[in-house]
């Protein structure tokens, strides 16, 4: 349902129903550059799905152009509809893996077919983490002892494990209530030993850095929540999400805000009660009221939650996974 700027997504969303978007030769895509990792390499986005790019011209940060599929030698070539270049990907995958694919890939690496296994799919996607089972396993069986919070454990496991930080399960307790409004009674740690987790997270660029936030007034606190910012390798913020708890009514909202270039250009919401329906309306009507071009969409819960955010997708090429 969409209403003005804003997109409403009012269907229950199945992590493992995905839609079918399969491309084909000759399929026509749209292509962003990302980033210029040199030697005329580059990260890229194709129909949704991020790779890596060999160009033999040089291509600008932020660049986006349509481009027609083929195949030579093993190799997806796009071929630029406004030249003449050829842009050479080895690996590209090129269609959204449906459910029988993907529950074969979680077989084969020995998770769950659940939709705990497949957030952490997304999450070390995004992160640009080789799949291993054994890791994925460590992770899964962890992650499953925070019961109500297993996805967000996933999630914050995964950022420890890629930037090498050692932990225990208590100070991921602490750090999990910190950063999620849980009950002071629940947290198991002291807040240096959060801190310290925290800090250790924070002082390893060019991936996700987590605060958490309070809100006070004069009268005490009105609400407490946590910032979560993802940074590429170009140090540009690319994903801001926010999470409140907002005491008065213990309403809690998220919000995924979606960055290109510096610039914001698409936010995600939801949150408990009507009121977040109106608090979008105000929003968009802000936002335009002072020329931003930035959509918004009403979702699931689900969808946005912690910090893989449901983003990543996986894709399949030629019937190989």
């Known amino acids: 349902m969409v209403h003005g700027g804003i997109s409403v997504y009012t269907g229950q969303l199945s992590r493992l129903g995905l839609p079918k978007q399969t491309l084909r030769e000759g399929s026509q895509v749209l292509v962003r550059i990302i980033a210029d990792k040199g030697g005329g390499k580059y990260e890229g986005s194709v129909a949704g799905a991020r790779v890596s790019i060999s160009s033999k011209q040089p291509l600008a940060t932020g660049t986006t152009f349509t481009a ?19 842009i050479a990907q080895q690996t590209f995958e090129l269609s959204v893996m449906q459910n029988e694919q993907l529950a074969t890939l979680l077989q084969n690496l020995g998770l769950n077919q659940d939709d705990l296994s497949y957030h952490l799919l997304q999450q070390m996607k995004q992160l640009e983490m080789k799949l291993e089972p054994s890791l994925l396993s460590k992770i899964y069986n962890l992650s499953v002892k925070f019961k109500g ?20 399960e208590e100070e991921l307790l602490a750090l999990l209530n910190e950063l999620y409004s849980a009950d002071n009674e629940n947290q198991s740690s002291s807040n240096e030993n959060q801190n310290v987790l925290i800090n250790k997270i924070n002082s390893i660029k060019n991936t996700w850095q987590l605060l958490p936030y309070e809100i006070v007034s004069a009268v005490g606190p009105l609400a407490k929540g946590s910032l979560g910012f993802f940074v590429d390798e170009a140090a540009s913020l690319k994903l801001l999400n926010i999470e409140c708890n907002w005491l008065s009514n213990n309403h809690k909202y998220l919000f995924s805000l979606e960055y290109l270039n510096g610039l914001c250009t698409n936010i995600k919401m ?12 105000i929003l968009d009507e802000r936002l335009s009221a002072n020329d931003k071009q930035i959509s918004i969409e009403l979702v699931e819960p689900e969808l946005i ?3 893989a955010c449901g983003k990543e997708e996986f894709f399949a090429f030629g019937g190989e996974i």
């Open 149 to 168: 919070k297993e996805k967000r454990a996933a999630e914050l496991i995964s950022i420890l494990a890629k930037k090498g930080i050692d932990f225990s």
């Open 270 to 281: 939801s949150g408990e009660g009507t009121d977040v329906t109106k608090l979008a309306y």
């Open 68 to 86: 027609s599929i083929t195949s030579k030698n093993g190799q997806i070539l796009l071929t630029p509809n406004f030249g003449e270049t050829n």
């Open 305 to 307: 939650e912690g910090t």
